[in-house]
Nanobody
Framework: QVQLVESGGGLVQPGGSLRLSCAAS????????MGWYRQAPGKQRELVAA???????NYTDSVKGRFAISRDNAKNTVYLQMNSLKPEDTAVYYC????????????????WGQGTLVTVSS
């Protein structure tokens, strides 16, 4: 099986920073795009940032200039550096990846992490 494990969430004051990590493990052949989503209480899950296997990135408007997504392909890991955090960034953050698995027989899977809570509050 393939899984994504997130870490790095927690409580931070407004204006502070956090760095989220998400590591993929299992019988991975390759990983395509990876991304971070978030879901605040009472709201729909939204895409925060994504990065392709080649390193191209895109961000939702509300985090541009404050968040940075990056990946380490050798470690099958994606990161989200979050700076200048605001109370409205409070949410459960989920990692997502398109992963090709297998050895002789390849399959494409869309995999989600379990989520990590980020709370921005004074």
């Amino acid at each position: 099986q393939v899984q994504l494990v997130e870490s790095g969430g927690g409580l931070v004051q407004p204006g502070g920073s956090l760095r989220l990590s998400c590591a993929a493990s299992g019988r991975i052949f390759s990983i395509n795009a990876m991304g971070w989503y978030r879901q605040a209480p009472g709201k729909q899950r939204e895409l925060v940032a994504a990065i392709t296997s080649g390193g191209s990135t895109n961000y939702t408007d509300s985090v541009k200039g404050r968040f940075a997504i990056s990946r380490d392909n050798a470690k099958n890991t994606v990161y989200l550096q979050m700076n200048s955090l605001k109370p409205e960034d409070t949410a459960v953050y989920y990692c997502n990846a398109g992963i090709v698995v297998g050895i002789a027989y390849l399959r494409y899977l869309e995999v989600w992490g379990q989520g990590t809570l980020v709370t921005v509050s004074s």
